[in-house]
């Protein structure tokens, strides 16, 4: 056995294999760029080497740095991990090069899988299932267009070289092909300097279901159970659950044989997922082969009680196969929800920023999280945006979908924008739970899962305003503590007025509307009456750390509630809601005139500015305009005076508290 593994990957399956090394009494080195010398992957494991930059290209797709780093340590073994060099078939053969064990197959298996019309070029010699297609050497464009109708329309044209979606074009018929062709070679000349292409017939609303298999140094192979990863956006999977529904036993045998098949034919070792198609009959035909444990692996441990990455590594030791196939059984149902910061309502474009909060659900024998991040860390431009993969278990799939609605509800994240609403209303959705899926799941139910966020309900609007009361309450009693006299009734925040009711007002935005909340104290025993537009609520209860206890009409209802200066985030069963406080001077920038300027109320992107810096002002004139949650705020001049200064330009974002305008008072 190894008695040192460098792991040549960074975040989430970093710490994945470090767990289970450190568990075997294996040592562990993790390599870091520079932007992850804090990273959760390096604090892990027992030694860390920097390898370079926070470019990717500059540290952990740097084969050397790798090597040298496993050799400076003297690591018996490198594990890959997944993405990065974990498919290179260079690096496989560097390590093999390097007296270092690879944890994973040899370079050649990697090598044939790594081209897909070579790949299915050997699938069909094993007698693999393929979808109807042309993979041939020969790309003269009217050959392609020839193979395009013989195959029949809808065609997908594939670069031969591609993933990700990347130099892929859908031909709904023959009209349409040769601008499409010219598009696709394009794209893929530009990611893979390669121009060849694959034709293949279009299958409408497939499943993507794949089979986990294993392979010993002695050509024995086992296939463990299977995988439905239909869910996806931009062709990349965010939800994966094991067993795959509605998949007959003797479906399930032949696909696994099927993958083992695969697997012997390239004289695969360790582990390996061929992925399959099934058309809407439930034919399966073999799409691809990946060379490496997957993303989603987490759900095939869950329902196997096998921990893959101890098979890898006991494997790549030259141990044999731990169990038969007549040895391995599948429990219950596992699902995965891989938690992304990106904006679903902006085509899911990934988003940089830092876990301000960031509180998980209770990680037991139902639910599992793993994640490479704790709470203060950056979420930056350098590397995928995954934060977590939350994955649960029961005895059956409602129970489990159950357990997941539970989970991505008490999954708190504040400070960036994720995709867990998305993930909320997809597992709630009526169609993914009679198990209706399919590859255009989410393009199919648009208008269902990415709705824009909406207090519609008055009790969330109500608990944000007791929320901020009973805040400003215990910033008081903590400035009285501090004070030389606790008891002054300066300290008092219960908007006393003589012969008046106590009263607050509140102006709370959302991302639709801006909102006026009334509080007002009903005596010294804590209760008190909101009014909204709509309804008023008579309420009690309190404030624990970033939980709120309130009661309304007889019932308690508890409320998470993280604030970023301005901003609040409401975390309650039934989502996640969005809260702009406006202060009594936040429309109009008002400061206090000798601090020289005027700083950003919120967090928002600037829209106009409105005067020249030098020009003369009157106090309360406007000087700019910035937007925040689709709501413009106005800054005005604090006094008589004129810009000096103007730090920011129409178009920018900014954060709340940066100083926006320089502001002269002395002329």
Known sequence: MFNKILIANRGEIACRVIKTATLMGIK???????????????????EAVNIGPAAAKDSYLDINKVIQAAKACNADAIHPGYGFLSENAAFAQACEQNNLTFIGPGSSAIEKMGSKSAAKQIMATAEVPLIPGYHGEDQAPELLRQQASEIGYPVLLKAAAGGGGKGMRLIWQEAEFEAALAAAIRESLNAFDDAKMLVEKYLVEPRHVEVQIFCDQANNAVYLSDRDCSVQRRHQK?????????????????????????????????????????????????????????????????????????????????????????DITSNGHAIEARIYAEDPNSNFLPQTGTLTYLSPPLANAHVRIDTGVIQGDKVDVFYDPMIAKLIVWDEDRARALQRLCHALADYHISGITTNIQLLHHIAGHNAFNAAEIHTGFIDQHHSDLLQPESATDETLTCAMAFYLIQEQLN?????????????????????????????????????????????EHQGSNGHYTIRLPSQSFKVHGGLRDQ???????????????????????????????HFHLIEPDCGT???????????????????????????????????????????????????????????????????????????????
Not at 273 to 302: A, G, W
Not at 481 to 508: A, I
């Open 475 to 519: 910033t008081a009693m903590v400035l009285a503590s501090e004070s030389g006299d606790p008891h002054s009734p300066w300290h008092q925040n219960h908007s006393w007025r003589l012969n008046e009711t106590h009263r607050h007002q509140l102006q709370l935005a959302t991302s639709s509307e801006q909102i006026t909340a009334q509080v």
């Open 547 to 577: 939980t709120l206890t309130m009661t309304v009409d007889g019932r308690q209802r508890k409320y998470t509630i993280v604030r970023n200066q301005s901003d609040y985030t409401l975390f309650s069963a039934g989502g996640t809601y």
């Open 238 to 326: 965010i939800l994966e659950e094991a067993p795959a529904p509605g998949i007959s036993s003797a479906l399930r045998k032949q696909m696994g044989e099927a993958a083992i098949r695969c697997a012997q034919a390239i004289s695969y070792v360790g582990a390996g997922t061929v992925e399959f198609l099934l058309d809407q009959e439930n034919k399966y035909y073999f799409m691809e082969m990946n060379t490496r444990l997957q993303v989603e692996h987490p759900v095939t441990e869950m329902i196997t009680g096998i921990d893959l990455v101890e098979w890898q590594i006991r494997i790549a030791a030259g141990e044999p196969l731990p169990l038969a196939q007549t």
């Open 28 to 46: 562990t080195v993790a390599v870091f760029s520079e932007a992850d010398a804090d990273a959760l992957h390096v604090n892990m494991a027992d």
């Open 589 to 667: 920038g008002e400061t206090h005139a000798d601090t020289g300027g005027l700083n950003a109320p919120m967090n928002g992107i600037i829209v106009s500015l409105l005067v020249k810096t030098g020009q003369p002002v009157e106090k309360g004139e406007a000087l700019m305009v910035m937007e925040a949650m689709k709501m413009e705020h106005t800054i005005h001049a604090p006094a008589a005076g004129s810009v000096s200064q103007f730090n920011c330009s129409p178009g920018d974002r900014v954060d709340g508290g940066i100083k926006l305008i320089d502001f002269d008072t002395s002329n």
